[in-house]
Nanobody
C-alpha cells in the first residue's frame, strides 16, 4: 500500500527558511517523478515544484522560482522541498504527490508570519 508522509512544516518569520520532507513507501520510489503542491485557505491546490524520477529534471511555479529547491534521495525514498526567503503568501498546507498516481499524504502546515 502506497503511503506518503510529509513533515517539516511550522511557523517561520518572513525571510526565513524551512525544509519539508516527504517519505514514500509501498512503491519503487526511484521509478516515479514527484511533485509538491500547496493549498492556502480558500484557494485551490496549486503545483509548486516537480522532480523527475532520477532527480535531474526539476520545474517550479513562477511564484517560488529562485526561492524553493526540490530534491530527492532515492536511497531514502524521500523527496525534499527547501524553502528560502519565505513570504506570507507561502502560507499553506504543503502536500507531496507521486506523478501518475492518485495518492496524497496528510500534508504539513507552513505558516509565514511575524
Amino acid at each position: 500500500q502506497v503511503q506518503l508522509v510529509e513533515s517539516g512544516g511550522g511557523l517561520v518569520q518572513p525571510g526565513g527558511s524551512l525544509r519539508l520532507s516527504c517519505a514514500a513507501s509501498g512503491l519503487t520510489f526511484s521509478k516515479y517523478g514527484m511533485r509538491w503542491y500547496r493549498q492556502a485557505p480558500g484557494k485551490e491546490r496549486e503545483l509548486v515544484a516537480g522532480i523527475s524520477s532520477g532527480g535531474a529534471g526539476t520545474n517550479y511555479a513562477d511564484s517560488v522560482k529562485g526561492r524553493f529547491t526540490i530534491s530527492r534521495d532515492n536511497g531514502k525514498n524521500t523527496v525534499y522541498l527547501q524553502m528560502n526567503s519565505l513570504k506570507a503568501e507561502d502560507t499553506a498546507v504543503y502536500y507531496c504527490k507521486i506523478v501518475s498516481m492518485a495518492y496524497w499524504g496528510q500534508g504539513t502546515q507552513v505558516t509565514v508570519s511575524s
